[in-house]
T-cell receptor, first 111, second 118 residues
Framework: ETGVTQSPTHLIKTRGQQVTLRCSSQSGHNTVSWYQQALGQGPQFIFQYYREEENGRGNFPPRFSGLQFPNYSSELNVNALELDDSALYLC??????????FGNGTRLTVT | AQKVTQAQTEISVVEKEDVTLDCVYETRDTTYYLFWYKQPPSGELVFLIRRNSFDEQNEISGRYSWNFQKSTSSFNFTITASQVVDSAVYFCALRGPRGSSNTGKLIFGQGTTLQVKP
């Protein structure tokens, strides 16, 4: 058990729609990051939040946005979905400086 | 630029064989951290080890061992007496110096799929 839970497990959306993915972690995890993992690839860093502020972003467009809440939960929002957004989305949380613990991921399919 | 290369895409072994997964990294940081994660079919990335750049001591944990060589920028992972339950995708990852802005920013390799046959 990593203490990181993601919902939903699977999601199917249509191109152009918007989606919100959720993640909850345990007390003390002041850092949360989101990753996109395409089939057969390694996870790609989207962004991270530290104490509810975004403080690092990978090479992803602004239609990928997020929030981190005081109760150690967070959201990943993706607007104007494209077919290439189909992937496994992983949430990772931890204390600043420590190793990250990952959730089981949300499998997003865009048709 | 930071980069992690796992040249072995797939490895297949028979149970009880030893297997080594290779990882080569590139970074301009003088201090950094290296990680190995295991991803079973369920999708969750399971943390295996973290190593900082100023500690080149090899580490052994049960059947797992890690060989960190700064001179060759490699951080290889060996499973001794492999078991069917070891079948998974294994990722090597790199992170910059300790600090809040780096905690969540891992650079992953492409992964190595290990299949252990009975």
């Amino acid at each position: 058990e990593t203490g990181v839970t993601q919902s939903p497990t699977h999601l199917i959306k249509t191109r152009g729609q918007q989606v919100t993915l959720r993640c909850s972690s345990q007390s003390g995890h002041n850092t949360v990051s989101w990753y996109q993992q395409a089939l057969g690839q390694g996870p790609q860093f989207i962004f991270q939040y530290y104490r509810e502020e975004e403080n690092g972003r990978g090479n992803f467009p602004p239609r990928f946005s997020g929030l981190q809440f005081p109760n150690y939960s967070s959201e990943l929002n993706v607007n104007a979905l494209e077919l290439d957004d189909s992937a496994l989305y992983l949430c990772a949380a931890g204390r600043a400086g420590d190793a990250l613990h990952f959730g089981n991921g949300t499998r997003l399919t865009v048709t | 630029a930071q980069k992690v290369t796992q040249a072995q895409t797939e490895i297949s072994v028979v149970e009880k064989e030893d297997v080594t997964l290779d990882c080569v990294y590139e970074t301009r940081d003088t201090t950094y951290y290296l990680f190995w994660y295991k991803q079973p079919p369920s999708g969750e990335l399971v943390f295996l080890i973290r190593r900082n750049s100023f500690d080149e001591q090899n580490e052994i944990s049960g059947r797992y061992s890690w060989n960190f060589q700064k001179s060759t920028s490699s951080f290889n992972f060996t499973i001794t007496a492999s078991q069917v339950v070891d079948s998974a995708v294994y990722f090597c990852a790199l992170r910059g110096p300790r600090g809040s802005s780096n905690t969540g920013k891992l650079i992953f390799g492409q992964g190595t799929t290990l299949q252990v046959k009975p």
